[in-house]
């Protein structure tokens, strides 16, 4: 079930005529959001993330990575590269990563397509000096097409990188083991092919896909894309090595006698949930912070409809259950803008989140903006916000940064799993420094300082 939800709670205010400016104030249980414009005149924002300088990146299809002061909304272009862009199309500068030690490992990956008479689609790594992305070294190339370019980036705890393929408008693509369109694949950071894939000698870790552009790792360490469907059945699918989704056999459940016989032979994995008529989905989040409780803990994914959906752009905010492996309940946000949301980013030290929409039609008309979504009144003066115990990136694995205030210093850190257990304890001797916490469990636990406690989820 999906409940559309705004300010005053009724659906009506969801279809606003095109153009009109929407209500900026939004209700969620018992969270009041203030929805602020960051950035007014991006080139289509395609992909939206929060930086390890604490700067917001965005790429944008028509060519530009571009800096962003999340105090300001002012930018700079960082990148500029020369992108097959057609406003009728859907190439471009699409998926971007950070290392995860960025920017003390300066790199950062860009997936985007060029070619005067023919498609061709990049992965290409840049380092960061500090004013440009430079020294450019490409990866991997493959057939690219007007349409289903895929190119979403996640970066995995074992240092291993996905990205989702289209099947470039060729279905045979999908099926084909020998063909990199119409997969998740996954790479090392140079480039090579991970010695454990489930094919020897091959970036492909998932197949059978039509069009995945969401990627996030969610609770339990789990991962989980996005896919767009044909007419139905765009897909919210558990995303497992090896696995093959079907299409274009199989669209959504194997529900059909020709796609039940399909989906015993080839280990069809079929989705979470899928929406008929198709909605359009796109950008994921695993959100968990605290100053969105209502949020917390969930899948939010961007949306943008069209074509057969009767109801604008949207962000879903999915319910898990406990084991992750099923979506128990689904809410929609944010549809009274009527706009293509194309992804989203949140920032890991207030809670607040970032959407970028595309426009009011397919695939990228003005406006394009990049708006903020916060717990802070924007109209009010605002006050310093001290948060006096800080745990990042959540979820973590490996490691995990601690920030404290001068309360905390001399005294104990303790870290105790959900049965109570500890599991950690030190004094805390620097106001910021990393926590060991290689080899744990997947879960939950509960950090303590002098100062304060919070969560992490270690995946």
């Not at 929407?22 to 969620?28: E, H, K, L």
């Amino acid at each position: 079930m999906i409940r559309l939800l705004t300010l005053s709670g009724l659906v009506a205010t969801l279809l606003l005529p095109s153009g009109l400016t929407a209500q900026d104030t939004f209700t969620i249980g018992n969270t009041t959001l203030y929805a602020t414009d960051l950035v007014t005149d991006s080139q289509i924002p395609w992909e939206i993330l929060w930086g390890g300088d604490d700067m917001l990146w965005c790429s944008e299809r028509k060519g530009r990575v571009i800096r962003i002061d999340p105090a300001t909304g002012e930018y700079t272009t960082v990148l500029d590269l020369n992108v097959t862009f057609n406003g009728s199309g859907e190439p471009g500068l699409l998926g971007m990563v950070q290392h995860p030690d960025f920017p003390e490992d300066p790199r950062v990956w860009v997936v985007y397509c060029d070619g005067q008479f023919s498609v061709s689609e990049h992965l290409s790594v840049f380092e960061w000096d500090g004013t440009n992305l430079v020294n450019e070294q490409e990866l991997l190339s493959l057939p690219g097409a007007q349409i289903h370019n895929g190119s979403r980036l996640l970066w995995l705890p074992d240092n291993t990188m996905l990205m989702t393929t289209g099947d470039a408008g060729a279905t045979a693509n999908s099926q084909n083991l020998g063909s990199l369109n119409g997969k998740i694949l996954r790479l090392n950071p140079d480039g090579t092919v991970p010695e454990d894939n489930p094919w020897p000698d091959s970036f492909v870790y998932t197949w059978g896909n039509r069009n995945p552009q969401g990627l996030c790792i969610g609770p339990n360490g789990l991962i989980y894309a996005s896919e767009h469907g044909q007419n139905n059945d765009d897909e919210f699918n558990l995303v497992e090595a090896g696995r093959n989704y079907g299409w274009p056999d199989v669209q959504g459940a194997c529900n059909l006698a020709s796609e039940q016989d399909f989906c015993e032979e080839w280990n069809v994995l079929e989705p979470l949930a899928a929406w008929s008529p198709c909605i359009a989905l796109n950008g994921l989040e695993f959100y968990t912070h605290e100053a969105i409780p209502e949020f917390q803990g969930k899948i939010m994914m961007a949306v943008m409809s069209g074509f057969n959906d009767p109801l604008p752009g949207r962000v879903i905010v999915m319910t898990l259950s406990e084991d992750g492996t099923a979506v128990v309940d689904e809410e929609a946000y944010f549809g009274s803008f009527n706009q293509r949301i194309r992804d989203i980013a949140v920032n890991p030290y207030t809670g607040a989140f970032y959407l970028a929409f595309n426009g009011v039609s397919y695939p990228g008309s003005p406006p394009n903006i990049i708006k903020e979504f916060s717990t802070s009144d924007p109209a009010s003066v605002p006050s310093p916000v001290i948060h006096p115990l800080l745990l990042h990136p959540l979820p973590a694995r490996g490691k995990v940064d601690v920030s404290v205030t001068d309360g905390a210093l001399g005294g104990p850190i303790v870290v105790r799993d959900m049965a109570g257990r500890i599991v950690h304890e030190s004094t805390v001797q620097d106001l910021r420094f990393p926590l060991d916490i290689e080899g744990w469990s997947s879960g939950r636990y509960v950090v303590w300082t002098a100062v304060g406690q919070a969560d992490l989820v270690v995946h």
